[in-house]
Structure formats: structure tokens, C-alpha cells
């Protein structure tokens, strides 16, 4: 929205009305940067395979007892696999976002 004035009508605003349009334009700038953070990845999608491999390695030198391991490790899984699809959620709902930013602004 900030970009459709250009310097010749920002500089003949009055100096409150710059400085009001110029956190404006600012605020639009931060939040396309954090949609863009947010859409270019996630600490899960690195987390997720460390712990698996992790959860994988204990498993093959401690060799427990596998009828009380494999429900909990079940329900593990669950939770980190619920974890990542939110993560993906999240970062496709930012570029979507990102998209219809840029559709608008045009």
C-alpha cells in the first residue's frame, strides 16, 4: 500500500504525514519479511529427522523390552508427525499470504 506514492507526493506531504507514512511502510516491510522467514522453513523440519535418529540409535544399542516400548513410541511418533504437518501448515499459509501480498499490490 505504501508503494503507490511516489517521492515527488511523499515529499510534499506534511513532515507528521511522512513520518506516519513512513511507519507504514515500514510495518509492511517487517511483515513480508516475517512471512518470508516463516515461509522459507521451519527448526522441525531439521528436528524432526535428528530426534527420529536419535530415537532409532537408542533403540538399536539399548534393545528394550519391545511389547511396553512400541506403544509409547507410537504415540511419539504421533506427536512429531502432528508437529511437522503444523510446521508445513505454517509455512504454506505464509506464502499464500505472500502471494495474495503481491496480487494486491499490483
Known amino acids: 500500500m505504501a508503494s503507490y506514492l511516489t517521492k515527488e507526493q511523499v515529499a510534499s506531504l506534511a513532515p507528521e504525514?511522512?513520518?506516519v507514512f513512513a511507519r507504514v511502510a515500514l510495518d509492511e516491510a517487517r511483515f513480508r519479511r516475517e512471512l518470508r522467514d516463516k515461509a522459507c522453513g521451519y527448526r522441525g523440519?531439521?528436528?524432526l529427522p535428528a530426534i527420529l535418529w536419535i530415537a532409532a540409535t537408542c533403540l538399536w544399542f539399548w534393545k528394550?523390552?519391545?511389547s511396553i516400548f512400541l506403544p509409547v513410541a507410537g504415540l511419539m511418533?504421533?506427536?512429531l508427525f502432528q508437529f511437522h504437518?503444523?510446521?508445513i501448515n505454517s509455512r504454506i499459509d505464509a506464502l499464500?499470504?505472500?502471494i495474495e501480498l503481491d496480487r494486491?499490490?499490483?
Open 17 to 19: 504525514e511522512q513520518e
Open 45 to 47: 523440519r531439521w528436528a
Open 64 to 66: 528394550p523390552d519391545l
Open 77 to 79: 511418533a504421533l506427536g
Open 85 to 87: 504437518v503444523a510446521g
Open 96 to 98: 499464500i499470504r505472500l
Open 104 to 106: 494486491t499490490d499490483c
